[in-house]
C-alpha cells in the first residue's frame, strides 16, 4: 500500500478532537488502545449549559465505557496523528511518501494511474481518495464543484489548566449555548491543557482557508459581550486564538459517488461535516476500517477489487449522510435565539441526558 501526502514534514496539527466510543472502540481494535489512554483525557461529563447565565442545563455522565464498551475521549489532534502514524509507519506493508501532492489520476480496466504535481507517476490497483475537504480525487471523480463556506468561524485555542482557577478546572466537555454562537472547552494531553472552540454564526463572509490569528480575540471578545462572567474570563485566559472559517457539503446521494470503479473515497473528501456533533474524524476512523475489511473480502478472493470498494461504500454512505444531517441540525438547535431559544432549555432541564446520549451513533460497530 503506498500513502502520498502533500506535507514535506509533519508538524503541529490543529487543536483539540472529540472521539466518542465508536471511534475509540476501532482504535482499540487496531491495538492503539494503550497508546490513546497515554494521551487522551477521559472527562467525567458533558455538560449544557446557558451562555448568557452559565446556569446548567442539562448534563450526560460519562457511561459510554459501560454502555457502549469503550470510552468517550478528548485529545490533542497532534496527539493522534502521533499514534496513528506510528501505527503505519510499523506495518512493513505500508509505505509513506511525504512531499507528494496528487494532482490526477486515469483510470483503465486494470489499473489507476496517479500523476503527482512534481511529475511523478505511481500505479495501483486501486485509489483512496482520503486527501480531506479540498480534495482532488473527488474533483475529477465526482466533479461537483467545490465545499461551500457554512457561513461559521471556530475560533480555537489552548490553555494551561494549571493556568485557571479551579473552578474553571473540571474533567469534562463544556458546551455553553448561546444565540448564533456556542462555545465548546474539554481537557486534552492528559487533562494538562484546556482546548477552547467559540463557534460564532454569520461574523464574517470572508472565505479563511485555515488558521489566522490576526484580530482573532477581540473577535471572539466581541462574540461574547453578553455571556456569563465565567465564560469571558475563561476566553481572556487564553494566549492566542487561531480562526478557521466552517464549510461543508450536502450528503451523497448514492453509494456510487462513494466508490465507483477503482476509485474511492473516504472520511471528509466524501462527507465534510459540521463539527456541532464532534464526529468528522470519527466518520474518517469508521471509513478505514469498512474499508480494511472490505480490502480483506478482496484478498482473501471473496470479491474482485471494484466489488470491494462498492461494499465498502454501501456499508458507509448513508451512515456518514445521517451524521452530517444531525450535525447540521445540533448547529441550528445550539445557535437558537427569542421563544425557541427558551423551549430548547426546557427540554434539556426536562429530558437533557436522554437527549444526549445518543446509542445510534455512539453503539455503532458494536
Ligand atoms: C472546528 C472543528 C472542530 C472539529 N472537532 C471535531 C471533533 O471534536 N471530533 C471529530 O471527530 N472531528 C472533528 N472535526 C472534524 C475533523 O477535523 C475532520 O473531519 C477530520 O480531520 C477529517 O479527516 P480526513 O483525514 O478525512 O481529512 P484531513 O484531516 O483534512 O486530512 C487530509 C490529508 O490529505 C492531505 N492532502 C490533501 N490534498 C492532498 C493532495 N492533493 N495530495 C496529497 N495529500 C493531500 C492533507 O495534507 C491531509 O494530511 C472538527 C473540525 C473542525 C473544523
Redo the contacts with the bound molecule.
Sequence with gaps: MQL????AAFSEV?A????GPN?TRILQAWGLGAALDGVAAFPERIVARSSTSGRELACLPQQALQRYGAPYATLHRRDLHAILLQAVQTQAAAQLHLG???DRFEESVQAVQLQLMDGRQAQGDALIG???????VREQALADGRAQPTGHL?Y?TLIARADLPAALRAHEVSVWLGVRQHVVAYPVRGGQWLNL?VIVQGAASQELPGWDDVGAAADVRQALANCCSTLQALAEAAPSWGR?S?YDRAPLSSAAQMAGGRIAL????AH??R?FL???????IEDATELGAALAMQRAGQVDITAALAHYAQQRWQRAARVQARARRNGQIFHLAGPLRLARNIALQLAGSRLMDLPWLYGHGR
Aim: glycine share 12%; proline share 5%; net charge negative.
Design positions: 502520498f501526502e502533500q506535507t490543529g483539540g478532537l472529540q472521539l471511534a507528494s501532492a496528487v482520503a486527501d480531506g475537504l479540498w480534495s482532488r471556530a480555537r472552540v478557521w466552517l473516504l472520511g471528509d473528501a465534510p461535516m463539527p464532534a464526529q468528522g474524524a470519527a466518520m474518517a
